[in-house]
């Protein structure tokens, strides 16, 4: 099981990115910085995802209802994320992703969450394809880059 | 002793032959009878044991329902009002000044007041609400919960039916419980067809005689006499035959149905029997499919006044078509009315209002259009794995599709038009040319789902899908895969210079092959990105060969093409055919920064009663490594900014950087542009049947007829996150090849991987700006 610190952390470190980020500028022949991205669940809750091994089916926590935030449609979305997880329908919940993926498709987290559902249910292949899809837009999100490779060093284990 | 005794008398002798006769006959009789007893008492445990045994089992083959991707909502969403108003009016929502339930929406500018009717998706109920949509542009800018006066986050709209798969009977219901049929519809039914349904036993020797009088005194047929049980009989066996046979038959079959089940089971399977209308070669049956297809609205949201409408139907479907016969429709609706007021069901005030009401029938069927045959192709072919046709004609299954209404409606309303403005004319004195096509497939960029298909120039026509079925040379639809082969190999980069100069390639069978430029210019000394955006064919050939033509097909395999193609040098010029799907799928890969995620169509199956059967989810590979897929991004979006999409600059300019290519075949037989945004990659293809030129390169035909529809349908930029390890570098202005003819005035940023230098020949990068990046990179930590 992952702690809970590096979770706060990357939370912390996230909206205080939010607060300097000149917002997302695309690729451009003429202006060749780097450019990073606001996640779109990053002011919303962020429930952790379970990396447990593929076998167990750990529900997350519950958040206290005190700490959350404004809900946005994919931190609405990822609590039924959760509820499904809890539930045991793995598929539901892959489901439910996808369809906060197609409200916020740049949404680091949100590929994250989808590669570690795919990864519970042994689908390593496209477990894999989203955590790299994850990494792709990780930008400057240290602790979720961590998390994602910690997971994918899970299905490379878990796949060979 | 013989002879003595006297015979038999005469009359006593007839006596016993009449006796005998008698008795016999009696036999006879009694045999006759006993017979016809047996007979009839088989005949009648043959028709309980069929009515028992049909009717236990009754299951009607339902057809499948095929679903749009359903509308979501919430702040920012890419929707405006005239889009939900639109969605709202072929889900049959009512507009309304005021709302009072489900299924009603009001517009007062750019704010839209609903009360949505809730759905439940195989995935999460979406419960009814009362909600109000505030519109900027066309982008939702608020989203309030009414009931609660509060914001909340997001919102789906029921699903548009789109299609079904129907039986072969050409039989079409939705079958309803009979708590959920209104009680007004049911009084009405009972009033006009079967007052005294509560009372008989499945035939109304009552009800006869009424029937029996009124018609003697109308002198024609003004009433029926037979009961709802017997309409029922008649509906589910289908019986033409008029016979007394046939009428007896079908008496008994109702007194055995009465007799085994009850009159609310007996009514409920009345209402969804019934026969209704013919929509084609669609049979309407029951109440609830024939309240949408009349109304396009479900049942429970009809007023008095449709449901007596609809009450008046089973008399005679087509004679009171309320489409084709209004007057008709309304005198039988009317009549309905007078019967409930008769029998109690409804006050004067009621029968008084509803009767000044207008007909209230909608154009058509508000839920079904004339359908999306290209899309249709897709689905089958995405479900014809699991489920067989038997199947979808008789299961009910439910079929949630990936169609986006806004994009496949937006792009059927523009195509044909848009072709048109760039069909180039037959010449004055040759044979008049059959119209040019196209073909045109648009796909979410991120996901792989199919949003819209054109199989043809005009779309709503079922025909030729040549989205699926037309295989055409690509032509430079290939060179991203040259360049990304190039970039991938670690020995070129976006500055490697490359030759555009004559070429002579021997072919195996000893041919030769000498490719040239369009409009046979040359270029000589070219940047390997600058080769791609202005698409020249020598410098890419030249490339390729370096390459290898094997290396390239596998690109294009990686890519997810899956299609025969000869490794012969040809192919660095597009020599491999693909249908405008296969293109999109390929181009798919490309948009998705190199994750490889297959075309779909359907996204999920479900029961009748949305219980999941199968779900197609989003698959996804990396195929390319990252920062040669950044490197080619950055040179395809510089076909809109200085190549062969130029054209476009102007027009396209605030919804720029979008990345594609044109291509072009042999004589301008085949005119193609594949694009994307961040949300959506479109493809699309002109050309003639015949394979006849059209006059037309990709820039001046397909490009345009591309931008024509992604501009409606407001295509978004893309944006993307350099790799880590991307390096930005100075390279000159001018492709040179010795140091000594580098002018380094005013240099171009190149995107490189940061272990590989520009080719020193024109590298601009001095050792005080590498130090300066080196800080900036630091800086940007």
Same mark, same amino acid.
């Given at each position: 099981? !992952?702690?809970?610190? *590096?979770? !706060?952390?990357?939370?912390?470190?996230?909206?205080?990115?939010?607060?300097?980020?000149?917002?997302?500028?695309?690729?451009?022949?003429?202006?060749?910085?780097?450019?990073?991205?606001?996640? @779109?669940?990053?002011?919303?809750?962020?429930?952790?995802?379970?990396?447990?091994?593929?076998?167990?089916?750990?529900? *997350?926590? *519950?958040?206290?209802?005190?700490?959350?935030?404004?809900?946005?449609?994919?931190?609405? !979305?990822?609590?039924?994320?959760?509820? @499904?997880?809890?539930?045991?329908?793995?598929?539901?919940? @892959? @489901?439910?992703?996808?369809?906060?993926?197609?409200?916020?498709?740049?949404?680091?987290?949100?590929?994250?969450?989808?590669?570690?559902?795919?990864?519970?249910?042994?689908?390593?292949?496209?477990?894999?394809?989203?955590?790299?899809?994850?990494?792709?837009?990780?930008?400057?999100?240290?602790? !979720?880059?961590?998390?994602?490779?910690?997971?994918?060093?899970?299905?490379?284990?878990?796949?060979? | 002793?013989?002879?003595? /005794?006297?015979?038999?008398?005469?009359?006593?002798?007839?006596?016993?032959?009449?006796?005998?006769?008698?008795?016999?006959?009696?036999?006879?009789?009694?045999?006759?009878?006993?017979?016809?007893?047996?007979?009839?008492?088989?005949?009648?445990?043959?028709?309980?044991?069929?009515?028992?045994?049909?009717?236990?089992?009754?299951?009607?083959?339902?057809?499948?329902?095929?679903?749009?991707?359903?509308?979501?909502?919430?702040?920012?969403?890419?929707?405006?009002?005239?889009?939900?108003?639109?969605?709202?009016?072929?889900?049959?929502?009512?507009?309304?000044?005021?709302?009072?339930?489900?299924?009603?929406?009001?517009?007062?500018?750019?704010?839209?007041?609903?009360?949505?009717?809730?759905?439940?998706?195989?995935?999460?109920?979406?419960?009814?609400?009362?909600?109000?949509?505030?519109?900027?542009?066309?982008?939702?800018?608020?989203?309030?919960?009414?009931?609660?006066?509060?914001?909340?986050?997001?919102?789906?709209?029921?699903?548009?039916?789109?299609?079904?798969?129907?039986?072969?009977?050409?039989?079409?219901?939705?079958?309803?419980?009979?708590?959920?049929?209104?009680?007004?519809?049911?009084?009405?039914?009972?009033?006009?067809?079967?007052?005294?349904?509560?009372?008989?036993?499945?035939?109304?020797?009552?009800?006869?005689?009424?029937?029996?009088?009124?018609?003697?005194?109308?002198?024609?047929?003004?009433?029926?006499?037979?009961?709802?049980?017997?309409?029922?009989?008649?509906?589910?066996?289908?019986?033409?035959?008029?016979?007394?046979?046939?009428?007896?038959?079908?008496?008994?079959?109702?007194?055995?149905?009465?007799?085994?089940?009850?009159? %609310?089971?007996?009514?409920?399977?009345?209402?969804?029997?019934?026969?209704?209308?013919?929509?084609?070669?669609?049979?309407?049956?029951?109440?609830?499919?024939?309240?949408?297809?009349?109304?396009?609205?479900?049942?429970?949201?009809?007023?008095?006044?449709?449901?007596?409408?609809?009450?008046?139907?089973?008399?005679?479907?087509?004679?009171?078509?309320?489409?084709? +016969?209004?007057?008709?429709?309304? /005198?039988?609706?009317?009549?309905?009315?007078?019967?409930?007021?008769?029998?109690?069901?409804?006050?004067?005030?009621?029968?008084?209002?509803?009767?000044?009401?207008?007909?209230?029938?909608?154009?058509?069927?508000?839920?079904?259009?004339?359908?999306?045959?290209?899309?249709?192709?897709?689905?089958?072919?995405?479900?014809?794995?699991?489920?067989?046709?038997?199947? #979808?004609?008789?299961?009910?299954?439910?079929?949630?599709?990936?169609?986006?209404?806004?994009?496949?409606?937006?792009?059927?309303?523009?195509?044909?038009?848009?072709?048109?403005?760039?069909?180039?004319?037959?010449?004055?004195?040759?044979?008049?040319?059959?119209?040019?096509?196209?073909?045109?497939?648009?796909?979410?960029?991120?996901?792989?789902?199919?949003?819209?298909?054109?199989?043809?120039?005009?779309?709503?026509?079922?025909?030729?899908?040549?989205?699926?079925?037309?295989?055409?040379?690509?032509?430079?639809?290939?060179?991203?895969?040259?360049?990304?082969?190039?970039?991938?190999?670690?020995?070129?980069?976006?500055?490697?210079?490359?030759? %555009?100069?004559?070429? +002579?390639?021997?072919?195996? +069978?000893?041919?030769?092959?000498?490719?040239?430029?369009?409009?046979?210019?040359?270029?000589?000394?070219?940047?390997?990105?600058?080769?791609?955006?202005?698409?020249?064919?020598?410098?890419?050939?030249?490339?390729?060969?370096?390459?290898?033509?094997?290396?390239?097909?596998?690109?294009?395999?990686?890519?997810?093409?899956?299609?025969?193609?000869?490794?012969?040098?040809?192919?660095?010029?597009?020599?491999?055919?693909?249908?405008?799907?296969?293109?999109?799928?390929?181009?798919?890969?490309?948009?998705?920064?190199?994750?490889?995620?297959?075309?779909?169509?359907?996204?999920?199956?479900?029961?009748?009663?949305?219980?999941?059967?199968?779900?197609?989810?989003?698959?996804?590979?990396?195929?390319?490594?990252?920062?040669?897929?950044?490197?080619?991004?950055?040179?395809?979006?510089?076909?809109?900014?200085?190549?062969?999409?130029?054209?476009?600059?102007?027009?396209?300019?605030?919804?720029?950087?979008?990345?594609?290519?044109?291509?072009?075949?042999?004589?301008?037989?085949?005119?193609?542009?594949?694009?994307?945004?961040?949300?959506?990659?479109?493809?699309?293809? #002109?050309?003639?049947?015949?394979?006849?030129?059209?006059?037309?390169?990709?820039?001046?035909?397909?490009?345009?007829?591309?931008?024509?529809?992604?501009?409606?349908?407001?295509?978004?930029?893309?944006?993307?996150?350099?790799?880590?390890?991307?390096?930005?570098?100075?390279?000159?202005?001018?492709?040179?090849?010795?140091?000594?003819?580098?002018?380094?005035?005013?240099?171009?940023?190149?995107?490189?991987?940061?272990?590989?230098?520009?080719?020193?020949?024109?590298?601009?990068?001095?050792?005080?700006?590498?130090?300066?990046?080196?800080?900036?990179?630091?800086?940007?930590?």
């Amino acid at each position: 099981m !992952l702690s809970r610190l *590096p979770l !706060l952390l990357s939370l912390s470190i996230m909206s205080a990115c939010a607060t300097y980020n000149t917002g997302r500028v695309p690729v451009s022949t003429s202006s060749p910085t780097v450019q990073r991205e606001t996640p @779109a669940v990053s002011g919303g809750q962020r429930s952790q995802p379970s990396v447990s091994p593929a076998q167990e089916n750990v529900p *997350p926590e *519950p958040v206290p209802e005190s700490s959350r935030e404004p809900a946005t449609p994919a931190s609405t !979305l990822m609590v039924s994320v959760d509820d @499904a997880i809890a539930a045991g329908d793995l598929e539901r919940a @892959a @489901a439910i992703s996808e369809r906060a993926l197609r409200i916020s498709p740049r949404d680091a987290y949100l590929w994250y969450r989808l590669a570690d559902i795919r990864y519970q249910q042994g689908q390593y292949t496209n477990a894999e394809g989203f955590a790299r899809r994850a990494q792709s837009f990780a930008g400057d999100d240290r602790n !979720l880059s961590q998390d994602i490779n910690l997971l994918l060093s899970r299905i490379s284990q878990a796949s060979r | 002793m013989t002879e003595l /005794e006297p015979g038999p008398p005469p009359d006593s002798q007839h006596h016993q032959v009449t006796g005998r006769k008698w008795s016999r006959l009696k036999l006879l009789l009694g045999g006759t009878t006993l017979l016809v007893t047996v007979a009839l008492a088989g005949w009648f445990a043959w028709i309980d044991f069929k009515i028992r045994r049909d009717f236990e089992t009754l299951q009607w083959a339902l057809p499948a329902r095929l679903y749009a991707r359903p509308v979501e909502l919430y702040v920012g969403a890419p929707v405006s009002s005239e889009d939900v108003i639109d969605t709202l009016q072929r889900l049959g929502y009512r507009h309304s000044d005021s709302i009072d339930g489900p299924g009603e929406y009001s517009v007062n500018d750019s704010v839209v007041q609903l009360w949505t009717r809730g759905f439940d998706f195989w995935d999460g109920e979406e419960v009814s609400r009362q909600v109000e949509l505030d519109f900027l542009g066309s982008h939702v800018n608020r989203l309030l919960n009414l009931s609660r006066d509060s914001e909340f986050p997001l919102l789906r709209l029921e699903p548009v039916e789109i299609a079904q798969i129907n039986p072969d009977t050409g039989e079409d219901r939705l079958p309803l419980s009979l708590s959920e049929v209104p009680t007004d519809l049911i009084n009405a039914v009972v009033a006009v067809e079967d007052r005294r349904f509560y009372d008989h036993f499945g035939v109304d020797p009552i009800g006869i005689l009424r029937a029996l009088l009124s018609n003697l005194r109308a002198g024609a047929i003004v009433q029926g006499g037979s009961t709802l049980t017997q309409q029922l009989i008649k509906n589910l066996y289908l019986t033409q035959d008029r016979t007394w046979h046939r009428k007896i038959e079908e008496a008994l079959m109702a007194l055995a149905l009465e007799l085994h089940f009850s009159k %609310d089971e007996i009514l409920a399977a009345y209402l969804n029997e019934v026969f209704l209308g013919q929509d084609g070669n669609r049979a309407i049956h029951g109440f609830a499919l024939a309240a949408e297809y009349y109304f396009g609205r479900p049942l429970g949201e009809l007023p008095l006044q449709d449901l007596a409408l609809l009450a008046g139907l089973p008399r005679g479907a087509s004679y009171y078509n309320p489409r084709r +016969n209004p007057e008709r429709a309304l /005198e039988r609706r009317n009549v309905v009315l007078t019967r409930m007021l008769d029998q109690d069901f409804i006050t004067p005030a009621e029968n008084g209002e509803a009767r000044t009401q207008p007909l209230g029938v909608s154009e058509r069927s508000t839920q079904r259009g004339r359908g999306y045959p290209a899309f249709m192709d897709l689905v089958r072919s995405d479900i014809a794995r699991d489920y067989d046709a038997q199947a #979808l004609q008789t299961e009910g299954l439910r079929i949630f599709t990936t169609l986006d209404l806004r994009i496949q409606n937006t792009m059927e309303a523009v195509l044909d038009g848009a072709v048109a403005d760039v069909e180039v004319p037959a010449p004055p004195g040759s044979p008049p040319a059959p119209p040019l096509q196209a073909a045109m497939v648009i796909t979410d960029a991120v996901t792989g789902e199919v949003r819209a298909v054109a199989g043809g120039r005009k779309p709503g026509y079922n025909g030729f899908n040549r989205a699926t079925r037309a295989l055409r040379q690509i032509g430079s639809l290939v060179k991203p895969a040259i360049a990304l082969t190039a970039l991938e190999s670690g020995d070129f980069n976006l500055a490697t210079v490359l030759d %555009d100069s004559p070429l +002579n390639i021997t072919l195996d +069978n000893g041919d030769s092959w000498t490719p040239t430029n369009y409009g046979n210019e040359m270029y000589g000394d070219v940047y390997l990105y600058d080769a791609l955006q202005r698409s020249l064919n020598l410098a890419t050939v030249d490339l390729g060969m370096r390459l290898g033509v094997p290396s390239v097909i596998n690109t294009l395999r990686k890519l997810g093409f899956d299609g025969d193609v000869q490794p012969y040098p040809s192919v660095l010029l597009g020599a491999v055919n693909m249908t405008p799907l296969q293109v999109a799928g390929m181009y798919q890969t490309l948009a998705s920064n190199g994750f490889r995620s297959p075309l779909r169509a359907v996204e999920a199956v479900t029961t009748g009663t949305g219980e999941r059967l199968a779900r197609y989810g989003i698959a996804t590979e990396q195929v390319a490594d990252p920062v040669s897929m950044f490197q080619l991004e950055w040179a395809m979006q510089g076909v809109f900014e200085r190549g062969t999409a130029r054209s476009m600059l102007n027009r396209l300019d605030r919804r720029l950087p979008l990345a594609g290519k044109t291509g072009t075949t042999n004589d301008l037989r085949d005119s193609w542009f594949a694009g994307y945004g961040g949300d959506l990659v479109g493809v699309v293809w #002109l050309g003639y049947d015949d394979n006849r030129a059209t006059g037309l390169t990709g820039a001046s035909g397909a490009l345009r007829v591309w931008s024509d529809i992604m501009e409606r349908l407001n295509l978004q930029r893309r944006q993307l996150v350099a790799p880590a390890q991307v390096s930005w570098q100075r390279v000159a202005a001018e492709p040179v090849h010795t140091e000594s003819a580098r002018d380094c005035q005013s240099p171009l940023m190149l995107p490189f991987r940061d272990d590989q230098m520009p080719p020193p020949a024109v590298n601009c990068e001095s050792r005080e700006s590498l130090i300066n990046q080196l800080f900036d990179r630091f800086r940007s930590l």
